[in-house]
């Protein structure tokens, strides 16, 4: 079974960093590309970071480029999400998820239950 | 960026209604197309992907159609568990884009 299990979210301050896990099995890991998908409170789904299954291609969104960098282990099996000059626009549910196979992180098939930052003085 | 825009952004329905919602591209995405289902506080779930591909698992009351920049999911007889929020997702060209979703209330 497919199980994706994030972590690492809480209430930071404006300007302030944290780094977002997400831990995966009952799949090989490194077979698939990953991506980060937000969800400010009472609003939609927005996508904004992908990782090819090796960890070598990324993507982020403009809203978060510069501040934030996506990055993977796969001995590990653990997806990351650093987020660096948190702004209050960040306070979202985090959700990580799983992409089609290794390199297309477009196609989502599983999503883990998410973890909460708000982002507040 | 491709735009993804639903219609309609909620609605109301009882049990056994069909339902029908929309999806339309700011361009062609061909048939790169997912729906999935979020229920209140959970994470989304994929029902649809490329347009009208049903995952393992999801009833076959859920039916998907369309290509280029039109696309519909339809709920053949709805039942208490579909109450839920619908998303429309591109999967053509990166940046992934939603829709805005749309909100199926009971009547």
């Known amino acids: 079974e497919v199980q994706l299990l994030e972590s690492g979210g809480g209430l930071v301050q404006p300007g302030g960093s944290l780094r977002l896990s997400c831990a995966a099995s009952g799949f090989t890991f490194s077979d698939f590309a990953m991506s980060w998908v937000r969800q400010a409170p009472g609003k939609g789904l927005e996508w904004i970071s992908g990782?090819?299954?090796?960890?070598?291609?990324?993507y982020l969104t403009d809203s978060v480029k510069g501040r934030f960098t996506i990055s993977r282990d796969n001995s590990k099996n653990t997806l990351f999400l650093l987020m660096n000059s948190l702004r209050a626009e960040d306070t979202a549910v985090y959700y990580c998820?799983?992409?089609?196979?290794?390199?297309?992180?477009?196609?989502?098939?599983?999503w883990g239950q998410g973890t909460l930052v708000a982002v507040s003085s | 960026d491709i735009q993804m825009t639903q219609s309609p952004s909620s609605l109301s329905a009882s049990v056994g209604d069909r339902v029908t919602i929309t999806c339309r591209a700011s361009?062609?995405?061909?048939?790169?197309l997912n729906w999935h289902q979020q229920k209140p506080g959970k994470a989304p779930k994929l029902l649809i992907s490329a347009a009208s591909s049903l995952q393992s698992g999801v009833p076959s009351r859920f039916s998907g159609s369309g290509s280029g920049t039109d696309f519909s999911l339809t709920i053949s007889s709805l039942q208490p568990e579909d109450f839920a929020t619908y998303y429309c997702q591109q999967s053509y060209s990166t940046p992934v884009t939603f829709g805005q979703g749309t909100k199926l209330e009971i009547k």
């Open positions: 998820a799983r992409g089609e196979n290794a390199y297309n992180w477009n196609d989502v098939d599983y």
């Open positions: 361009q062609s995405i061909k048939s790169y």
């Open positions: 990782i090819t299954g090796s960890g070598v291609n990324t």
